[in-house]
């Protein structure tokens, strides 16, 4: 007799998603899936649109990471159109692009993920949100974040048009050239943004390192799991969000592939399962093997802790030693632990700020030259960009009039379903055991999901902090034998 | 498709087309009851909106009839529809409406022969394409 | 002690970034949470279909619906709400007119599939499976919502109070709403919240318009580098200004692009049909051939100016008859 858990559905996604949970006869779990009942179709309705309208078109695929598709598609232009952006486009692109990484990391730090780890799983439901985390960091520090994040969104109105949806990217180019005046107030913004980076992971080794039960959380194999890793590195081998070489190592950290954007269709291939809308990328070099783990499987994993385990070093001073902590503390490099994403993605956020005090000193981030017009006649070309949630990857085919005949998107959080699906089966299976559905069963496999930061986190306030589950353990398809359902002040009922 | 009748809506304007119109009635010049005449000033006063209006609203196709190049008793409102025009047909096609559908011509005040034509060639032509689907026409999916 | 009015957000098929328009309220989000009791929103609180069921008819004061209606989970969410809702407001250009998931409508379901499961550079899948509504997986059954042949707006399955334009619509405008309905000063029912007239009207270019407008050539953006300070359209580039309803104090224009049309069209117009009869009346030749040449700058008729509104459109959505 097969006993169902439903959680549908769950938030803080792009769309919804649900998890199912098998129990076989003994109440421990045979299977558990995570399905996406979403898909917009934007590989399609592209065709027949005019290349130069795609960075904004894409960016609709994302509202709140809407600059990773953007820009993905404006460096997929720039090969397309076979143009470098000039120096100044090419700086002005990455102030933007490094401002949007900033913002989006630590929003989501502070807001969604963070409180797991903050206010740590065995708090109380109720603190388990902004509250909890400005009562464990301060008030100061809460309006600290919502101050910085304004300050963030008003340099990128100021250089993009618009934060959410922008309007700057141009083959080879970018649509407004920056003034002096900018150059300060970014440079002012920076300096803070590092100092309170800085802040951040001061409060994350004090709250969360500090504390063995929550460092033990994390460095437990319920939330464990071996994978290849994916992300983009420059020439010495360090993260570099924005351009550059993607690499994969495997779960022993050994570089099994180097790839040229262009190449990337011979390194990625794409697995359909007729239970969800989405598709499980795969590396062809090793083929799709299943929902397994290991060397041995095609799946691979990206995001913060897989860029920096892709990587060698940062190229910026702070975030070189944080990344020498992380990996010191967890005593691996590769770092298996899901939960790690949480860290590396201060790491990151570091990186960003320290990234923007060097751009903001660039002598040709004010030039009038944004604008390279030696283009060339379209036929083909691939951007791609380290997104938060991972490689993203845009691919068009044009005639020679630039108009879209084929598009191919690889969206960050895709080269992680299968992870995903796999992180929410491990936990499922370690902590349900006998039938028993604890309460801790809830909070634990959302930690499981939520680590990936998956496609749309809307960083909101998440007032109540908790996220409602309806878990319902069923007979057969119509007996529910039992109802957990959380409430969003973190009451319970049970019937 | 033999017992399809089209619907063809004709914006004919004042001057030219509609006294041409006119005249083939006169001349009894037979043209088929299909082709519902709308009369206005000038060719140049038919907004985009009022064919997509008569698509939307039964039309199976749709005319707009106007003086001759130079001809225009308002100088240039006949060329003004041709220029809106001609981007409307581009756009057309895009949205899954045949070519053939719409059509833009002049027929003058004296030219009955060519209003008869014009009239019998379209129907002829719509009544080939069948009756228009438009995307919308989709049928709710759900109770 | 009254009662803080009832309100609720849902996402129908949407990218977030109406939500994430909420968050750009910033500081000023705290006075709006003060003011109202808000009790259903998926991404960011504590959701439960049952907890919507439960309420009373009408018990929701306000419920703000952005997305477009693509699957019969959306359709079923957006119906449930309109019950218990006093007012609903459809939330951006995806609920209002279908936004751009809309401009799958120049397109068929199956092609979509086709495209995402099966002929793509990526996907390896030589038996072509697709997602299905009803599969076994590992002998288990599994269920995914139907996913329509067309995308809907709104209003096109429930009854709608009033809209909000923009993708995403701006904070100024989600605080003009706010507060108008707070204190109780919406406009007539079915209104746009926003102004009823075209961008051009504040646009600072607008003056750099010449007396007689003529294009001889429409330059794509790629094209040619945009001058700073002079009207688009003077400089033979499209921009949707005069098509487009005002009220977002134009920012794509400062970030020296032209306007996409995301405030969709003024009353009674078809987005579509005013930049056609615009941009005809001022185009600078006399016959087809030269008419053409300069229409050959505007490849993308359908999807430059129904960028965000396809499901709204005389040509491109539903008839009337069939709406029941």
């Known amino acids: ?495 | 498709m033999d017992d399809f009748n089209p619907t063809i809506i004709a914006f004919v304007c004042n001057w030219c087309s509609y006294a041409g119109a006119d005249k083939a009635g006169g001349q009894k010049l037979q043209y088929p009851s299909n082709v519902k005449l709308l009369r206005v000033m000038c060719s140049g006063r038919v907004d985009p909106q009022f064919v997509m209006r008569a698509f939307r609203d039964g039309a199976d196709g749709v005319m707009v009839l106007g003086c001759h190049p130079g001809d225009c008793h308002y100088r240039n409102g006949n060329m003004k529809a041709l220029r809106r025009f001609r981007l409307f047909e581009r756009m057309l096609s895009q949205m899954g409406i045949e070519k053939g559908r719409f059509k833009l011509d002049w027929v003058s005040a004296g030219e009955a022969k060519r209003f008869q034509e014009t009239a019998t060639e379209m129907t002829d032509a719509v009544k080939k394409l069948g009756p228009l689907h438009l995307r919308g026409m989709v049928e709710r999916e759900v109770a | 002690m009254a009662q803080k009015p009832k309100v609720a957000f849902y996402w129908c098929a949407s990218c977030g970034g109406c939500e994430e328009t909420i968050v750009d309220l910033e500081e000023k989000v705290l006075d709006v949470a003060a003011a109202v009791d808000i009790i259903f929103w998926p991404c960011a609180m504590d959701f439960k279909y049952s907890d919507i069921e439960a309420m009373a008819d009408g018990s929701i004061a306000v419920s703000f619906v952005n997305g477009a209606v693509r699957t019969s989970e959306q359709e079923h969410i957006a119906r449930l709400l309109r019950k218990k809702s006093g007012l609903v407001v459809a939330f951006g250009d995806c609920a209002w007119m279908g936004g751009i998931p809309a401009l799958t409508n120049l397109k068929s379901k199956k092609e979509v599939f086709n495209r995402s499961y099966c002929e793509s550079p990526t996907v390896v899948n030589p038996e072509k499976i697709v997602p299905l509504e009803n599969s076994v997986y590992q002998g288990v059954p599994m269920l995914l919502p139907k996913f329509y042949e067309t995308v809907y707006k709104l209003d096109d399955c429930i009854d709608v109070d009033y809209y909000l334009p923009g993708c995403p619509p701006t904070v100024k405008l989600v605080l003009n709403a706010v507060t108008a309905i707070l204190a109780g000063t919406l406009p007539r029912r079915k209104s746009v919240l926003a102004p009823d007239k075209a961008l051009c009207s504040s646009c600072d270019r607008n003056e750099t318009k010449p007396d007689s407008m003529v294009i001889k050539e429409f330059k794509r953006v790629h094209q040619v580098v945009a001058d700073p300070k002079t009207c688009f359209l003077a400089q033979g580039i499209v921009c949707m200004g005069p098509a487009t309803r005002d009220g977002c104090d134009y920012p794509c224009v400062k970030g020296n692009m032209p306007c996409t049309g995301c405030f969709g069209p003024v009353d009674g117009a078809d987005q579509g049909a005013r930049m056609i009869a615009a941009l005809g009346g001022i185009i600078d030749a006399e016959e087809e051939k030269g008419i053409d040449r300069v229409l050959s700058g505007i490849p993308d008729p359908a999807g430059t100016f129904y960028r965000y509104g396809l499901a709204a459109s005389l040509l491109g959505s539903k008839r009337k008859e069939k709406a029941q």
Request: aromatic fraction near 8%.
């Open chain 1, 1 to 495: 007799m097969i006993k169902k858990i439903s959680i549908d559905p769950i938030t803080r996604l792009e769309g919804h998603g649900k998890i199912d949970i098998y129990l076989d006869d003994k109440g421990s779990v045979d299977k558990a899936f995570f399905q996406v009942p979403e898909l917009r179709g934007f590989e399609t309705f592209v065709e027949g649109r005019p290349a130069e309208d795609m960075p904004q078109i894409t960016s609709r695929i994302c509202g709140v990471c809407p600059t990773a598709h953007h820009m993905a598609s404006v460096k997929a232009l720039d090969a397309l159109y076979g143009v470098q952006p000039t120096p100044a486009a090419r700086a002005v692109r990455e102030t933007f692009y490094n401002l949007f990484m900033f913002e989006d990391h630590l929003l989501h730090f502070y807001f969604l993920g963070g409180p797991d780890f903050i206010v740590g799983p065995d708090a109380p439901k109720g603190s388990r949100n902004i509250l909890g985390v400005i009562d464990k960091v301060g008030m100061e520090a809460g309006k600290k974040v919502i101050e910085i994040r304004k300050r963030c969104r008003d340099l990128m109105t100021h250089i993009g048009g618009k934060p959410i949806h922008p309007v700057l990217g141009l083959p080879g180019g970018v649509a407004k050239q920056m003034t002096e005046e900018m150059r300060a107030t970014c440079k002012a913004f920076a300096a803070d943004a590092v100092a309170f980076a800085q802040f951040t992971m001061t409060a994350f080794n004090d709250i969360v390192l500090a504390n063995k039960t929550y460092l033990d959380i994390v460095l437990s194999d319920v939330y464990y799991l071996e994978t290849n890793y994916m992300g983009m590195v420059d020439d010495k081998n360090r993260v570099n969000l924005y351009d550059g070489a993607v690499r994969v190592v495997d779960p022993k950290g050994k570089e099994i592939l180097k790839f040229d954007p262009r190449d990337y269709a011979s390194v990625i291939g794409e697995h359909v399962e007729p239970w969800t809308y989405v598709k499980f990328p795969f590396l062809r070099k090793i083929g799709w093997k299943g929902f397994v783990e290991g060397k041995e499987s095609g799946i691979y994993r990206v995001a913060p802790i897989a860029r920096l385990n892709t990587a060698e070093g940062m190229a910026t001073p702070l975030a070189q030693a944080e990344y020498e902590r992380l990996f010191s503390t967890i005593g691996t490099k590769p770092v298996h632990n899901t939960l790690a994403m949480h860290w590396a993605r201060l790491v990151e956020v570091l990186y960003a700020a320290e990234r923007l005090v060097e751009l903001a000193s660039c002598e040709e981030l004010t030039s009038p030259d944004i604008r390279n017009m030696a283009l060339q006649t379209p036929s083909e070309g691939v951007g791609i960009v380290e997104a938060p949630r991972g490689t993203l990857i845009h691919h068009y085919k044009t005639d020679g009039n630039g108009i879209i005949t084929q598009a191919n998107l690889i969206v960050a959080t895709i080269g992680n379903s299968a992870a995903i699906n796999m992180s929410i089966e491990k936990a499922a299976k370690k902590l349900i055991s006998n039938g028993n559905v604890t309460d801790g069963l809830l909070n634990m496999v959302e930690m499981a999901f939520r680590a990936y930061d998956p496609c749309l986190s809307c960083a909101t306030h998440s007032l109540p902090g908790t996220m409602p589950l309806e878990v319902r353990i069923k007979t057969g398809p119509d007996t529910i034998v039992k109802t957990i359902i959380r409430n969003s002040d973190g009451s319970e009922l049970t019937f």
